[in-house]
Every structure is written in C-alpha cells, then in structure tokens.
C-alpha cells in the first residue's frame, strides 16, 4: 500500500449565475456572477443561431461579477429569443433566456 499527501485544493462544481438580463428591442444587458472563480467567457445566442462571444464592460472576463452591454445586430422585427450563457473557470455553465421583441421600423 501506499500513501501520499497532497496540498489542499479547491473542486469547483458550482456554476455561474446570469443574476440580470434585460432587452429592450435589439439591446442586451446584464450581470453574471459565480460565488467560486471567475467567468472568463460569455456568449449569446439568438433564436436557434450560433453562441457567439458577447463582451463583458471593460472587455476582459475575468472576475467574478462580469456587467455586459451588447446590440444585437440584424434582428428582424418581431419577436426573438435570447439567450446568454456564462462560463466560469472550471468549465461550469449556466444560460438564462428572455424573450425581446424587436418594433417594426416607421
């Protein structure tokens, strides 16, 4: 048999928060959180599109209170969803979703 001491280490399986998230027509914004590492990517999706990166103010992800501002370009009138999803440092994810909607132009 065999033994072996290591130094104390932190598992982190506790995911983000998406704790705010507003769109008022075609702009997004919100706050993401995690109680144990930091956010270090954000991403949004429209409909049944592609994730795409989605910016945090001061634009770097890495803290763990992360404010986002975005447009969301291209959107057609009507009624879209949005999603935005945070990813802190050991992989965990979560996604809050809204619906927007988008007026017709005059």
Do not use: C, Y
């Amino acid at each position: 048999t065999g033994q072996a001491v290591s130094e104390s280490f932190l598992v982190d399986n506790t995911p983000p928060v998406v704790t705010a998230l507003e769109g008022r027509g075609a702009h997004l914004e919100g706050r993401a959180e995690d109680a144990t590492s930091p956010i270090v990517r954000l991403e949004v999706v429209v409909d049944d599109g592609d994730w795409r990166m989605l910016a945090p103010q001061g634009s770097l992800a890495d803290a763990q209170q992360l404010a986002f501002r975005a447009d969301l370009p291209n959107l057609a009138p009507g009624e879209h969803l949005v999603s935005v999803r945070a990813i802190d440092q050991a992989g965990n994810s979560a996604v809050r979703a809204i619906h927007v909607q988008v007026p017709k132009a005059r």
